[in-house]
């Protein structure tokens, strides 16, 4: 049974034992000085266990003065390769990868943690968000350089540290996507106007990277298939993206889309019923996709059953089923759905059943609720379904004081 799934992917860079894909979820489990915990190695420990291909962390920020919420992991030098060492080391224990995201917040870094955050232009977040974040300033060519630098150091020391691969942010409104939509990219010299300007960060980053890890260390991109905002990215400019770094010799793609003024990533709106029948949010676009590049493919975002992931994998669409919130509940998932014992989860509804309260908070719970469960599981505890949300709130103020009652994203 799902012995597409049991199946390695081959490329001519990696192997992975099956086409399991654990998605990047941002932990915020970094201590107050945004350096790793023994918990994220507990945390990466259990996810290993459990019988992921690869797992992909969540974000690790390249810049200290650069965040996207309390909590995150910043890798900036070497003071933590000892830590590090042990996060790669228990996260590659049952012959799988570990593939560490490397990411700039830009300007979706809030208030509370950037005075003056910067992005490509000096355009503020939108929508639901704006108040937020602070109102960015435009870097300068200079200091473009400086970030494309700390993306190579980054995974420079990643690699050192034992990380099988990296995985390069470029979705979801952070700062290279910010680079790539010409909606917040207003840029009048090298770094904008055409796509090709554009999507020069987004290249140096990759040829950066490439560069300090040289040709055969696994290099992934992460990539809106649209922005879905009206003078936004693309799908036509995505798929040229694609193309680009398809030829420029990038090892993964994986699929996404929206950004935090439009988080179709995260709630799933503006998709089709036939799309959700499908399970996969990104799947149409990915049968396009395949049509254009030949690098392997993983689209993230609505896979719940084990007949929807064959399905997914058996289109020829996908190479790898992407993972992130069935994850959390049951890390055991891929090595069930291997044994023929997996039981397709409902996910819970996160509410404090007080709608006032719901409204004010809005997504804030549902993070809070998911973090609560990598707490649980990074101190050798299983999920739980049933945890209150007054309870995961406990355990976010706990962690993260008062900002934790803050809007992050």
Known sequence: MMKKLETKLETKIFMSKNRFYKASMSETLGNR?????????????????????????????????????????????ERDITLLKNWAKVGTQNNNHLWMQ?????????????????????????????????????????????????????????KKAGFTGV?????????????????HNKRNDAWGGSLENRMRFLMEVYHEIRRRTG?????????????????????EDSMKVLKAIDKAG??????????????????????????????????????KARKLVNTPIVVTGGFRSAEGMEAAINSGSIDMVGI??????????????????YITPDLPRITTNVKFIDKKLGSMLELSWYEAQFYLMAHGKNPNLKLNIWRALWISFKKNGIISFTKRR
């Open 33 to 77: 000085y945004n350096s790793p915990t023994k918990n994220i190695v507990n945390l990466y420990s259990r996810w290993s266990n459990g019988g992921s291909g690869i797992l992909m962390t969540g974000n690790v920020m390249v810049d200290r003065n650069a965040l996207g919420e309390p909590g995150n992991i910043v890798i900036e030098d």
């Open 102 to 158: 490397i990411n700039h917040p830009g300007k979706q870094s809030p208030k509370n943690l950037s005075k003056e955050p910067v992005a490509p232009s000096s355009i503020p977040v939108g929508g639901n968000l704006s108040n937020v974040f602070n109102h960015p300033r435009a870097l300068k060519h200079d200091e473009i350089l400086g970030i494309i630098k700390r993306f190579g150091n980054t995974a420079y020391i990643a």
């Open 167 to 183: 995985q390069i942010h470029a979705a979801h409104g952070y700062l290279i996507n910010q680079f790539l939509s010409p909606y």
């Open 215 to 235: 040709e055969k260390f696994p290099i992934a991109v992460k990539l809106n298939s649209a922005d879905f905002q009206r003078g936004g990215f693309t799908e």
């Open 250 to 287: 990038i090892d993964l793609i994986e699929i996404s889309g929206g950004n935090y003024e439009n988080p179709v990533m995260f709630e799933g709106s503006n998709i089709r019923e036939s799309t959700k029948k499908r399970e996969a949010y990104f799947l149409d676009y990915a049968d």
């Open 324 to 341: 992130a919130k069935p994850l959390v509940i049951n890390p055991d998932l891929p090595n069930q759905i291997i044994n023929g014992t």
